[in-house]
């Protein structure tokens, strides 16, 4: 009955983009971490190293349970983050629920954090700059609590997990072409050990600092893997086999 009960809320997820509030009550605006993962201060706050151990670990782990989707896995000092874009995520005709193909990497990603409490995520909707931003803030709210509902399934709880739509606030690229607007439209799933999850978390509660959560200390740092998307990572000599 218990599988029943979960798989039932899975598929009203799936289906109507069941919306999770974001239960930590933070407001709209975001704090900087020009610092991330340097030991420096971020604000008031210090950041946490993170051992290069847990990157390892989460890095062979996403890349295993991700390979075949269309998601991205990018690596900054002090977290791992798991972008989902909208375009190949969510029912073109339904923006809030997610397509079937999607749930599988999305559970793959919550079973990992399941079998590990010292780890959280931050499931962050984002929008492109069309739209108002009432409209904006609702449309990457319900697609942050669809993908969420998932991780909360699998029994996360506000000490480990944040729900959050950020509108247009953080673009990726540029609105003002078709290709950046689609970058622009995504779910990120960042995933960080709970003690610079705490702390990232306290960024949203600092309203006069800029709109920007994490970014690495230089351009170098950030490292994108491009989970494949149905491609085959098959050499020329594996092909004539």
């Known amino acids: 009955m218990k599988l029943f009960k979960s798989t039932t809320l899975m598929l009203c997820m799936a289906v109507s983009g069941c919306s999770f509030i974001d239960k930590l009550g933070i407001g709209d605006k975001t704090g900087s971490n020009n610092s991330a993962g340097t030991g420096k201060s971020i ?115 506000s000490d480990r997990l944040l729900i959050k739509g950020m509108g247009s606030l953080m673009p990726r690229s540029a609105n003002d072409s078709k290709e950046g607007r689609a970058l622009n439209r995504r779910v990120e799933m960042v995933l960080s050990p709970k003690n610079v999850f705490k702390v990232l978390v306290t960024q949203y509660r600092s309203p006069a600092q800029p709109i920007k959560v994490i970014s690495p200390v230089s351009p170098a740092v950030a490292k994108t893997t491009r989970v494949a998307l149905g491609e085959s990572k098959k050499t020329p000599r594996q092909k004539k086999k």
């Open 43 to 157: 604000g008031a706050v210090e950041t946490p190293k993170v051992d290069a151990a847990w990157f390892s670990d989460y890095e062979t782990n996403l890349q295993t349970a991700l390979t075949g989707s269309s998601f991205e896995i990018t690596r900054y000092e002090n977290a791992l983050i798991v972008t989902a874009p909208v375009d190949s995520t969510f029912n073109p005709d339904r923006p809030g629920m997610l397509l079937p193909v999607s749930l599988s990497p999305i559970t793959k990603v919550a079973k990992l954090l399941e079998k590990d409490r010292t780890t959280a995520v931050m499931v962050l909707g984002h929008a492109d700059s069309l739209g108002s931003a009432e409209l904006n803030h609702t449309l990457t709210t319900n697609r942050a609590s669809a993908v969420g509902a998932i991780f909360s399934l699998s029994g996360l709880k």
